[in-house]
């Protein structure tokens, strides 16, 4: 990415960053400075992964508070998927199903250091990887994933809890990998 614009490398959602848009030096490439203010945001996102899904990407954060959303793709209270970090450095992915929502988790997130988080979901478990490492599992069999509606990195859809730090080296599948294609 630059200036303004978090590039989507295959389709058509690259994100529009909102705030002041840094970009710095990251852990594998150019990566995108997120003050506790800055986010990106695609308004009305298409061909987003409608039965399982994997993102991976590089975090360092700057602080612990509350929540930090690294990746929110939120449809209200009947649906949605979201990678968080909380105020204990506990590396979240959640499903929300029905109004419920599904976590898996992983402790271990501290400040000043990169890590290269991940979560998954493939039709059966919730799934969380932090450095390689599987968190806890929550089962949640043949949930569906709205596959439009609006992406957000570094922020949730209620534009609140923001990620203060950097982001590098984002990719989103539409497909459940394996810790080796993690």
């Known amino acids: 990415g ?12 690259a994100l529009t960053v909102t705030g002041a848009p840094a970009w710095v030096q990251g852990k594998r490439s150019s990566a995108l400075e997120l003050d506790g203010a800055t986010y990106g945001k695609k308004t009305g996102a298409t061909g987003l992964p409608s039965t399982a899904v994997t993102f991976v990407g590089w975090r360092y954060l700057d602080t612990l508070a509350n929540y930090r959303t690294i990746i929110s793709h939120e449809k209200g209270s009947n649906g949605g998927w979201w990678l968080d970090v909380d105020a204990s450095g506990n590396l979240r992915f ?89």
Do not use: C, M
């Open 2 to 13: 630059q200036g303004a614009t978090v590039e989507d490398r295959y389709g058509s959602n």
């Open 94 to 182: 959640t499903v929300r199903s029905g109004g419920v929502d599904y976590t898996a988790t992983k402790a271990g997130i501290a400040v000043a250091t990169w890590y290269h988080v991940a979560g998954v979901y493939d039709g059966a478990n919730v799934k969380v990887y932090l450095a390689g490492v599987l968190g806890t599992d929550a089962p949640l069999v043949g949930a569906s994933l709205d596959s439009a509606g609006d992406l957000y990195v570094g922020v949730d859809d209620a534009l609140a809890n923001y990620l203060d730090g950097l982001q590098d080296d984002d990719w989103l599948f539409p497909v459940a990998l394996s810790l080796a294609g993690i």
